[in-house]
């Protein structure tokens, strides 16, 4: 059974930064060949993109945290992280790590990021 257990989240100021970490267990070697990926979802708000990694390396980014935001993956450990620097009132939600591979998709429990002064 596949399980993804985020961290890493919390109350962080303006400008401030937060790295958030998903480890993923049950999967094995299948990490390695998975596309990894972060969400998230403000209060009123749909669930949205914010960074996808593939199993090569090749990463993409949501407009609204491009140069601010690095998606990172270590294969070794089974874990995917997002680096958030320059943190914004607006990046305040829900961060959720997603696992794809072939038709199985997974999704963490989330954890709570809000920036606030």
């Known amino acids: 059974q596949v399980q993804l257990v985020e961290s890493g989240g919390g109350l962080v100021q303006p400008g401030g930064s937060l790295r958030l970490s998903c480890a993923a267990s049950?999967?094995?070697?299948?990490?390695?060949?998975?596309?990894m990926g972060w969400y998230r979802q403000a209060p009123g708000n749909q669930r949205e993109l914010v960074a996808t990694?593939?199993?090569?390396?090749?990463?993409n980014y949501a407009d609204s945290v491009k140069g601010r935001f690095t998606i990172s993956r270590d294969n070794a450990k089974n874990t995917v992280y997002l680096q958030m620097n320059s943190l914004k009132p607006e990046d305040t939600a829900v961060y959720y790590c997603?696992?794809?591979?072939?038709?199985?998709?997974?999704w963490g429990q989330g954890t709570q990021v809000t920036v606030s002064s």
């Open positions: 049950g999967i094995g070697i299948i990490f390695s060949m998975s596309a």
């Open positions: 990694i593939t199993s090569g390396g090749s990463t």
């Open positions: 997603n696992h794809k591979f072939a038709s199985y998709e997974h």
